[in-house]
């Protein structure tokens, strides 16, 4: 069963730090990009980063400067290093990842990690 399971969320004070891990596993031949996106309440899910096969990253404007997304090809996962956390980062964090599997590209989404950051 090919997945994206997503760890590492959780509360933190405003302008503390946490680190976002997803790993793809399954029959997966390769991987395309991958993403990070969130949800706040009430809000429309919105692209924090993502990073391209090769390594190429980009980001939101709101999180340029803070936050830093990396991949591990040897370990089909991939990274959000969040720093200087604001109240206004609280979301429901989504993986997003483009994998090849049986020489389809699909287009999967982990099942969301709870960040919290208190004022």
């Known amino acids: 069963q090919v997945q994206l399971v997503e760890s590492g969320g959780g509360l933190v004070q405003a302008g503390g730090s946490l680190r976002l891990s997803c790993a793809a596993s399954?029959?997966?031949?390769?991987?395309?990009?991958m993403g990070w996106y969130r949800q706040a309440p009430g809000k429309q899910r919105e692209l924090v980063a993502g990073i391209t096969s090769g390594g190429s990253p980009n980001y939101a404007d709101s999180v340029k400067g803070r936050f830093t997304i990396s991949r591990d090809n040897a370990k089909n996962t991939v990274y959000l290093q969040m720093n200087s956390l604001k109240p206004e980062d609280t979301a429901v964090y989504y993986c997003?990842?483009?994998?090849?599997?049986?020489?389809?590209?699909?287009?999967?989404w982990g099942q969301g990690t709870q960040v919290t950051v208190s004022s």
């Open positions: 997003n990842a483009g994998l090849v599997v049986r020489g389809t590209m699909y287009n999967y």
């Open positions: 399954g029959s997966i031949f390769s991987i395309n990009a």
